[in-house]
């Protein structure tokens, strides 16, 4: 019983449940993403920002001062963060003064970027796709007191590959949390869904499997809960049940009521004036005719306490052991004289009525 319950219940509700529970994590793992990302690239930009503002100044100084040793060390600097993927440092003339590149150190470098900074004089931050994929181009222009234009520019490269493996990481551990919050749900919910929804139907199905259909009580327990909602509806189900069998006749009595009335008509017919002794299958008489009677009354007697004679009652024991067999004899009933005719009906006849006695007066002597 229970396994047929967990295959028809838990399967699908198990189902349902981990559906809607994966559903609602890869939504809010997809905004989470999404937030974390425009975070990440937020602080990218504020970095960058912050290069523009100051880090250009530190490294204009060192090319008006020509001081290659305080160049490096600030480039090294910036070469050291993670998200820096190249630095180049050119001057007014788009000459290269620096790169970790030896051989592009003197050329001349034509980039769109470098020259709207070497004109403007304001920074410049553009997002590209590369090889290396997603990242960030700024271009600083380096300016100095005492003249208006820029001495030239900084170009750094930044990479979104960084973030991109944060937010990768984010959510390896954001599955694996969830693979275990999965796998700890589903038991629990199995777990108590035993024990507060197939416990209680199983209870259920023993309860209407221990009715007895011909004492019903109505004994369901009728708890506060959903359960106890249905054991209510059980309970007045059973109640309608009771009324309407009580209600009702008896099972076979309109039926031999029927036949008592139609054997009657037959023997009327047959033998006119005639008393009639119905009896059934427990010698009970069922109906006498009396001696002037035109309807039966239902006597309800035992038929062997109504019969005094001798006579009669040897008659009668003789029918009883040769059933559908006539015995005719003259007997006395009830202090008169009668030639009386009976016929135990055989028991493999389907009939309430089981003895038939006809008693026709005969004149007395």
């Not at 059973?238 to 009702?248: G, L, T, V």
């Amino acid at each position: 019983m229970m396994k047929r319950l967990k295959e028809s219940l838990i399967g699908p509700i198990s189902l349902i449940t981990l559906c809607i529970i994966v559903m609602s994590a890869v939504m809010m793992q997809g905004f989470l993403v999404w937030q974390e990302q425009r975070i990440l690239e937020s602080r990218l930009r504020e970095k960058a920002t912050f290069i523009n503002n100051f880090y250009s100044y530190w490294v204009a100084d060192s090319l008006v001062h020509k001081d290659d040793v305080a160049l490096q060390q600030i480039i090294t600097r910036l070469e050291q963060d993670p998200e820096v993927v190249s630095i180049l440092v050119i001057d007014n003339h788009k000459e290269v003064r620096y790169s970790v590149d030896s051989s592009k150190i003197g050329t001349v470098w034509e980039d769109p970027l470098v020259n709207n900074a070497l004109q403007s004089g304001d920074g410049i931050a553009s997002t590209t796709k590369g090889n290396n994929g997603k990242a960030l181009i700024l271009v600083s222009p380096l300016k100095t007191q005492g003249q208006s234009a820029p001495i030239g520019a900084v170009r750094i490269e930044f990479t979104f590959s960084s973030i991109q493996n944060q937010i990768y990481g984010s959510m390896m551990r954001f599955l694996q949390l969830l693979v275990g919050l999965l796998i700890a749900g589903v038991g629990l919910m199995i777990l108590f869904f035993q024990k507060w929804v197939l416990y209680p139907l199983f209870v259920l199905k023993e309860m209407i499997s221990s009715l007895n259909p011909l004492a019903l009580e109505a004994n369901f327990p009728e708890t506060p809960d959903e359960f106890g909602q249905v054991h209510r509806a059980m309970n007045d189900f059973i109640i309608r049940i009771k009324a309407d069998y009580q209600n009702q006749p008896l099972p076979g009595t309109e039926k031999a009521g029927q036949e008592r009335l139609l054997t009657e008509e037959i023997l009327k017919a047959f033998l006119p004036g005639t008393r009639l002794l119905l009896a059934g299958s427990n010698n009970q008489v069922v109906s006498d005719t009396g001696e002037s009677s035109d309807a039966g009354t239902t006597v309800q007697a035992h038929l062997l306490d109504l019969i005094t004679d001798k006579a009669f009652g040897a008659l009668l024991s003789e029918a009883f052991q040769q059933e559908g067999s006539t015995m005719r004899g003259a007997v006395t009933f009830q202090d008169k004289l009668y030639q009386a005719i009976i016929w135990r009906i055989p028991s493999s006849q389907p009939t309430s009525i089981r003895t038939i006695i006809a008693l026709e007066p005969t004149a007395q002597k």
